[in-house]
């Protein structure tokens, strides 16, 4: 699907307990909920403070408002959801920045394209 080739793959810094590979932060379902999944065999694991803020810390996100860098927080909603705040008060979910996960594992739906779900893609956030 498209609109997922144009999110983030945000890589977590600790690797899996299950197969010590490499994890990424991605969404779980369609409600918003993101957790952290090995890549190798598509465990699902919470995603805590220090591991959240270490992998987003180089993320320059632009703020659609005012365009100047958001900060991430831990608490975007009020709800206790990981995301990027801006002076300016403007808001953005991390659920909106990474890929459905079975996509980015090339596991979607049928029909679907996940040949760019292992690519590393920066969108409109850049590297710092």
């Not at 080739?5 to 993101?34: D, E, W």
């Not at 206790?80 to 801006?86: E, V």
């Not at 079975?102 to 590297?127: C, I, Q, V, W």
Request: hydrophobic share 30%; charged share 20%.
């Amino acid at each position: 699907m498209q609109q997922d080739q144009q999110r983030l793959r945000i890589a977590l810094g600790n690797r899996s307990r299950c197969c010590c590979k490499p994890m990424f932060i991605g969404r779980y379902a369609h409600n918003g909920t993101v957790k952290a999944c090995c890549e190798r065999c598509g465990r699902l694991f919470p995603i805590d403070q220090f591991a959240f803020s270490e992998a987003v810390s180089k993320l320059k996100v632009p703020c659609a408002e005012c365009g100047e860098a958001m900060q991430p927080t831990s608490n975007v909603d009020g709800l206790g959801s990981y995301g990027f705040s801006c002076e300016c008060e403007a808001r953005k979910l991390l659920s909106d920045l990474v890929p459905q996960i079975s996509r980015a594992l090339g596991t979607g739906p049928p029909g679907t394209d996940t040949s760019a779900g292992n690519t590393p893609y920066f969108g409109k956030a850049e590297m710092r």
